[in-house]
């Protein structure tokens, strides 16, 4: 029996190898299929998935969205890309329109909201509203899916655009006291009219304070069940103040339509809001100007009785560095749409050509926005310790992190002299790139927008390019040192517990030394929670090697993933690499016993012994003269104790953390973690024959005889 059980493993590892080839042969010739929004391959943007069955291939494409222009010319040309791929009978080419994954954290109404588009004006009366309301039909028309939320709680005036002041939100049957959108020509709209029906006119007046305003809005917003979305349109009201700020704080919005009109008021006030929306990280995505013109009946001659405008300069002011220019688009006045909206049919007719336009570029703008946004994190806190603001930066090409003193946060703002004991005692992020501190001298809700942030850091300090170089491998300098042997029966590793408080209750598990699947585990020095974005990392690749092909993933094939994703943080200037040295241990079939040691840089070579972390040198020493390749684990357990013996200043069984990887007979690996008594008394036998060896020593180096 077991003679007939070998050839079939080697028959499924090569079944397993052959999947492996024709997959990474369908994604290669992908690369050749440009998604025509983002003028990228469809590899690149990790739209597609790839799932093969036996001699049937299955490529699911996620367009993100239900209104991309070009879906179906995209699956067809990924068909045509895989026309002749060898080894496949047939070829199955599914669409989704799964969003970004951006609804973590949201109220259960938005959870399925894939974009946030805001409508603002700064100016009462531009036609901010109707705009909103025909761009929403517009996105409707294209295919997408689309909700209207009308933010101006003080006077909602969407309900009797559309006729519908008489509607009601019904409760929804999903319960949690959420309320079901009311929906008009494909569209779902919620507004305050629809729960107070008079209040669009002026026999009903909600008067608020700004406070309970912006609550308001955020109720209306999170209250709402609103579905699957693919654009939400935030129609805000004039001017900026609560509700603006309480709607980015609550979703994300991924860009703006800014309205106004040719008028030289508007325009003044217009750039405020443009302030407002740089602060809060929103992005403008189109300056549309209103009323622009009107044409004479008689003579069809364009006037423009409002002045000539200036649309383009308003968007060119709008786009930081790193942003494309917001489209322009001018709308003349239309004497049917003025009827319609007054008769509350705006919708009916088909949307004017600068509003179709308008929806084909939000679309566009949106989708390459939330493409460039999707690997992007940010994370801001106040590190007591050091008395410093941190910003935490991760994005797809790397990861940095910025210090700033309190004060000179505040100083940037203020005048006047800043307190020296100055802090904030709250710090969170709002809407994109935004940061809200309340300070301890009891200013509150102090917003600064990220860019400003960095900028000051920068200005500030001007660190060079090699401080983010510098503080990963002093980061690994200053760790605990660590060591791992190859034995003839498995691998050792052993490493120095991080030092904590006596008041803190000692952790249960090993803190030093992490499995990362059942034959592989690893050893760390350095920044521990760099450490463990690593290692799920490696979990998640040795988990869906083992699902996909059967076996687990080769252990220098893993060791070489974890690698790659620390080189990418090395790639770019001003990103700090990962401040993290890797000892992997590992078995596999195909090499037996294997020991590699990876850098911050992603560079990894296989070792027999070696030694990482503070003084690393001297462990080093201790392994050249007393390594053997004969030895097996428990010698190896030794060793490895002696050489913390001779790098830590104390060593006890309290302070380190000794493991052996192992495999017994049936081919089931070990993962064993030796218990603190354990530990104490191999520490025992390694003193007391280091004291021997000591003692041999000195009595050779003075002349007496040798020990018998």
């Not at 009311?182 to 008067?207: C, L, M, Q, W, Y």
């Not at 080189?567 to 700090?576: E, H, N, V």
């Not at 493991?659 to 017994?664: E, I, Q, Y």
Request: with cysteine.
């Amino acid at each position: 029996m077991r003679a007939a059980v070998a050839p079939l493993r080697r028959l499924a590892a090569r079944h397993h190898r052959c999947q492996s080839t024709v997959v990474e042969q369908a994604r290669a010739l992908l690369r050749g299929v440009e998604d025509p929004l983002l003028g990228r391959d469809v590899i690149t943007t990790d739209c597609v998935s790839i799932d093969q069955r036996d001699n049937n291939l299955r490529v699911t494409l996620d367009v993100r969205t239900a209104a991309h222009p070009h879906a179906h010319k995209i699956a067809e040309r990924c068909r045509d890309a895989l026309e002749h791929l060898r080894g496949v009978e047939e070829i199955t080419i599914s669409l989704q329109a799964n969003g970004f994954g951006r609804s973590i954290g949201r109220p259960a109404g938005l959870a399925s909201v894939r974009s946030a588009v805001a409508v603002a004006s700064c100016k009462g009366g531009v036609g901010k509203s109707t705009i909103c309301t025909q761009t929403a039909f517009a996105l409707a028309s294209k295919g997408a899916r689309v909700g209207v939320v009308d933010a101006d709680v003080h006077g909602p005036s969407i309900p009797t655009q559309l006729n519908l002041e008489g509607a009601t939100m019904e409760p929804s049957p999903a319960g949690g006291r959420l309320v079901l959108p009311v929906e008009h020509n494909g569209v779902r709209f919620a507004s305050f009219g629809f729960k107070r029906p008079h209040s669009s006119t002026d026999e009903g007046v909600i008067a608020m304070r700004g406070p309970v305003a912006g609550a308001a809005a955020r109720r209306l917003l999170n209250a709402t069940d609103w579905g699957e979305l693919d654009y939400l349109l935030v129609d805000l009201p004039p001017g900026i103040g609560d509700v603006t700020l309480a709607v980015a704080a609550e979703i994300a919005i991924d860009g703006a339509i800014v309205i106004t009109t040719p008028s030289k008021l508007a325009q003044a006030d217009v750039v405020k809001g443009l302030a407002l929306h740089r602060e809060l990280g929103i992005p403008t995505l189109a300056v549309v100007e209103n009323f622009a013109s009107v044409s004479c009946p008689e003579c069809g001659t364009s006037h423009r009785p409002l002045g000539v405008g200036h649309a383009a300069e308003l968007a060119a002011l709008s786009a930081s560095a790193d942003e494309d220019l917001p489209g322009v688009f001018i709308l003349p006045m239309d004497a049917a749409l003025a009827d319609a909206n007054e008769r509350g049919l705006v919708g009916e007719a088909p949307p004017h050509a600068s509003i179709d336009a308008l929806a084909s570029s939000i679309i566009r703008k949106v989708y390459a926005y939330q493409h460039a946004m999707v690997n992007r994190q940010l994370d801001v806190l106040y590190d007591k310790n050091v008395q410093r603001v941190v910003l935490r930066r991760f994005t797809e090409q790397g990861a940095a992190e910025t210090f700033l003193k309190p004060q000179d946060v505040v100083a940037a703002r203020r005048t006047g002299d800043v307190p020296a004991d100055l802090s904030p005692t709250r710090v969170a992020l709002v809407g994109n790139k935004s940061v809200v501190f309340d300070w301890s001298d009891r200013v509150r809700d102090d917003v600064y927008a990220v860019d400003d942030l960095l900028a000051l850091a920068e200005r500030l300090s001007s660190p060079g390019p090699g401080r983010a170089v510098e503080y990963a491998v002093e980061a690994i300098n200053n760790a605990g040192t660590a060591v791992g042997l190859l034995a003839t029966d498995g691998v050792v590793m052993a490493g120095e517990k991080q030092k904590v408080t006596k008041l803190l209750e000692p952790p249960k598990s090993s803190e030093k030394i992490y499995k990362l699947d059942d034959h592989a585990a690893t050893v760390v020095a350095g920044l521990t929670a760099d450490a463990n974005i690593l290692i799920n990392a490696a979990r998640v690749a040795a988990g869906r090697y083992k699902y996909q092909y059967g076996e687990p993933m080769p252990v220098e094939q893993l060791v070489s993933k974890v690698c790659d994703h620390k080189q990418l943080y090395t790639q770019y200037g001003g990103q700090r690499p990962f401040g993290v040295k890797f000892l992997f241990a590992g078995y596999d079939s195909h090499h037996g016993y294997q020991l590699y040691l990876s850098d911050p840089s992603g560079n990894y070579s296989g070792w027999r012994a070696t030694c990482m972390g503070q003084n690393a040198n001297s462990g080093q020493g201790v392994l050249k003269a007393e390594y053997e390749e004969t030895m097996d684990s428990d010698a190896c357990v030794k060793l490895a104790l002696k050489v913390l013996n001779k790098t830590m200043e104390s060593l006890s069984a309290e302070n380190i953390d000794l493991f052996a990887l192992k495999r017994k007979d049936d081919g089931t690996m070990i993962h064993e973690v030796y218990a603190n008594d354990v530990v104490a008394a191999l520490l025992e036998e390694v003193k007391a024959e280091q004291e021997a060896a000591d003692a041999e020593k000195e009595r050779l180096a003075s002349g007496g005889p040798a020990a018998k």
